[in-house]
């Protein structure tokens, strides 16, 4: 059974940086794709950031130039190094890993979210 856990949002002034963890437990699984998405209140869940097996990203234009996307595929852990946070960058965080069993196409699962309060 695959379980995505996150860790590391928390409450931080504008101009702030943060770093989010995604660990990746289970067995006899691979992971394609992984990626970051987040949802304010009142809002639909967008996308943040993706990164391939590869390692080769891609991120929101709201994002781009203070996000970092990265991945330990030993480790099965994705981060999110966000750095000049903004007040609008606050949301619950989510991560998102297509795993891929010996049969059959990937399958999406999610973390449970982590809060991450961007204060002016």
């Known amino acids: 059974q695959v379980q995505l856990v996150e860790s590391g949002g928390g409450l931080v002034q504008a101009g702030g940086s943060l770093t989010l963890s995604c660990a990746v437990s289970?067995?006899?699984?691979?992971?394609?794709?992984m990626g970051w998405y987040r949802q304010a209140p009142g809002k639909q869940r967008e996308l943040v950031a993706t990164?391939?097996?590869?390692?080769?990203?891609n991120y929101a234009d709201s994002v781009k130039g203070r996000f970092t996307i990265s991945r330990d595929n030993a480790k099965n852990t994705l981060y999110l190094q966000m750095n000049s946070l903004k007040p609008e960058d606050t949301a619950v965080y989510y991560c998102?890993?297509?795993?891929?069993?010996?049969?059959?196409?990937?399958?999406?699962?999610w973390g449970q979210g982590t809060q991450v309060t961007v204060s002016s």
């Open positions: 990164i391939t097996s590869g390692g080769n990203p």
């Open positions: 289970g067995s006899r699984f691979s992971i394609n794709t």
């Open positions: 998102n890993a297509q795993i891929k069993y010996s049969i059959g196409v990937p399958l999406p699962y």
